[in-house]
């Protein structure tokens, strides 16, 4: 239908060797299957730092296919689900971003995926500032680091969790005080542990209303330097 062309037309857009780094999609009643299309083209993305999907109807299952596209992503720092029907299902997904987990296919695939999608990114930069050189023009691209290698843990390799990603909106959804509490436990324990540069997450408007819930996410984030908590 309409929709799908205009995903299939968006996803082409930040597709491995796009150059777009701001993409905002807010307000356009893209549903659960259109939040599956973008997340596998920022699966392949790496030039793209700011994903805005405000006021769609993504839901739980958009909001977790992005969160584990985000996850070996390098090259994005703010992404924003607010408004979209997210629950806590989602809310946990993008917890995951931050943990350190057990290696498993799924997660071996998506960094491969990732992976390549640098390779090409960095190859096509090295090209440009080739060509720019040439021109004597100052203008000069940075390359992406790729996604980290599985590490030695306890219970065999870990995949290691997001680095890069500063800011994080799920305000306007439907997440509970659990998984709310998850996910700053996740994210306060990487910033613990220096494996994230997280430092703003918007949680208001969803169903964490009591002082005890709002007080015991509140803890596990403020106690970290800088960070911003809207909740």
Known sequence: GEEGGVVSCLTELIAAQSIVKELSLRGNELDSLAGVAIA???????SLKVLNLFDNRLGD??????????RFNMSMSCVSLCKNGVGDEGALAFAAIFK??????????ARTTATAAV???NKW????????????????????TPPPA???????????????LELVN????????????????????????????????ALQMNDITEDADVDAIDEE??????FVLEL
Do not use: C, W, Y
Not at 61 to 70: D, P, S, T, W, Y
């Open 100 to 109: 350190r987990l057990v290696e498993t296919d799924e997660l071996a695939e």
């Open 125 to 144: 930069v090295g090209e440009f500032n080739k060509k720019m050189k040439k021109l004597k023009l100052t203008t000069e691209l940075d390359p992406v």
């Open 40 to 46: 596998r083209a920022v699966a392949s993305n790496s």
């Open 150 to 164: 599985a590490t030695d843990g306890p219970d065999g390799p870990e995949s290691v969790g997001n680095s890069v």
């Open 61 to 70: 299952e958009g909001a977790v296919a992005i969160a584990k596209a985000i």
């Open 170 to 201: 799920l305000s306007a959804n439907s997440i509970g005080p659990a998984a709310g509490l998850e996910l700053a436990k996740a994210i306060g324990a990487a910033r613990a542990a220096s494996e994230t540069s997280m430092h703003g997450l």
């Open 119 to 121: 390779d090409v990114r």
């Open 221 to 226: 984030l403020s106690q970290h330097q800088g």
